[in-house]
T-cell receptor
């Protein structure tokens, strides 16, 4: 399968714990995005990388959230001191740098904070 | 900031019939892209159709077509000959033209049910 992959697919954690999610983009894609989707809502943008550079961050990305993309390949999203409000689906997408810049989405990681 | 509004939380259609999903948006930009994404239950989101704001001609992809009204800031999706596999959440999304923000701004979605 050459699509965007995310790991884990599901994560259950207790409030206050740290969690880390991984995203592997389509191999030739140099752009990578993170979104958060809560129940009944559309995805909300969190952050965007071009290669290894983090070029755009949403105000939703509080200081408890950090994202990295070392070497411009896979990316990790870490949430520290999780809160119940962090429960959501975390979506990763990737794209090529081109005019239309179609974003291809992964299956998401569903986080439940107890 | 740009916003996208989908005023129909749920829609239903009979198999083989036609359905139209509504979307309005707000922006001060003159050049941008609009998209419709489909999110089937427990499956990943896929692009259905896109429209460049500078193009007057409405985009068409097989059974899917859009009605883009730039002045009214309206972007509706028409699904013809509906099939059971069309059942999904449909999201309207906005993106700035190259040089602007790379993020997609999504509406809240419309859940489409297709009845056999």
């Amino acid at each position: 399968d050459t699509g965007v992959s995310q790991d884990p697919r599901h994560k259950i954690t207790k409030r206050g714990q740290n969690v880390t999610f991984r995203c592997d983009p389509i191999s030739e894609h140099n752009r990578l995005y993170w979104y958060r989707q809560t129940l009944g809502q559309g995805p909300e943008f969190l952050t965007y990388f071009q290669n290894e550079a983090q070029l755009e961050k949403s105000r939703l990305l509080s200081d408890r959230f950090s994202a990295e993309r070392p070497k411009g390949s896979f990316s990790t999203l870490e949430i520290q001191r999780t809160e119940q409000g962090d429960s959501a689906m975390y979506l990763c997408a990737s794209s090529l740098e081109q005019v239309y810049n179609e974003q291809f989405f992964g299956p998401g990681t569903r986080l439940t904070v107890l | 900031a740009q916003t996208v509004t989908q005023s129909q939380p749920e829609m239903s259609v009979q198999e083989a019939e036609t359905v139209t999903l509504s979307c309005t948006y707000d922006t001060s930009e003159s050049d941008y892209y609009l998209f419709w994404y489909k999110q089937p239950p427990s499956r990943q989101m896929i692009l259905v159709i896109r429209q460049e704001a500078y193009k007057q001609q409405n985009a068409t992809e097989n059974r899917f077509s859009v009605n883009f009204q730039k002045a009214a800031k309206s972007f509706s999706l028409k699904i013809s000959d509906s099939q059971l596999g069309d059942a999904a959440m449909y999201f309207c999304a906005y993106r700035s033209a190259p040089g602007g923000s790379e993020k997609l701004v999504f509406g809240k979605g419309t859940k489409l049910t297709v009845n056999p």
